[in-house]
């Protein structure tokens, strides 16, 4: 007699549903980072003066804030695109399953056992366990980054708005 308690193929998919739910909430978070990151870019370009005309202390400011949104895009990058490495003949991953022919799968697919297809569930809410870990990692530090960037970004809008006191900017008119 087993004293593992019986963990049913509906347990096993509702806990892969609750995981797999998370995924469209960091996806949604990153968006919005996304449009930021490009909003302030385009802001920054478009008060930036001529190249050879910005004080050093715009540039600097400038190129703080731009290398900033380069990593909180390379970041945004790695959730938009994680690594799906894993899952070794599943019958549940459709990495794994695309490997298949059309017949191959659904006869496997049928043969599986019970206890099989709660192991290939329940692998699976590990795998996506990890991606989503890695996946909230990343909006962590693509957030921390736009979050950072601002500093600069406030500072260049201002000193390029300085600069061109004549012109008609975002900020200063």
């Known amino acids: 007699m087993t004293t593992e308690p019986h963990i049913s193929i509906a347990d096993a998919r509702d806990q892969l549903n609750l995981v797999l739910g998370f995924f469209p909430r960091v996806d949604a978070k990153a968006s919005v980072v996304l449009a930021i990151n490009t909003g302030t870019l385009a802001v920054l370009a478009s008060n930036a003066p001529p190249w050879g005309t910005m004080p050093m202390c715009a540039i600097i400011a400038a190129s703080l804030s731009v290398l900033m949104i380069a990593g909180s895009f390379w970041f945004l990058y790695k959730i938009a695109f994680p690594t ?35 192991r290939d569930l329940l692998g699976q809410v590990w795998r996506n366990s990890v991606i989503l870990k890695k996946k909230f990692d990343a909006l962590r530090w693509a957030f921390g980054l736009m979050a950072m960037a601002m500093v600069p970004w406030v500072a260049s809008v201002f000193l390029f708005s300085a600069h061109n006191a004549g012109t008609r900017s975002l900020f200063v008119r």
């Open 84 to 118: 799906l490495s894993g899952g070794e003949q599943s019958l549940i991953y459709f990495r794994e399953i695309a490997k298949r022919t059309e017949s191959k799968f659904i006869d496997e697919y049928i043969a599986e056992d019970q206890t099989a297809r709660v």
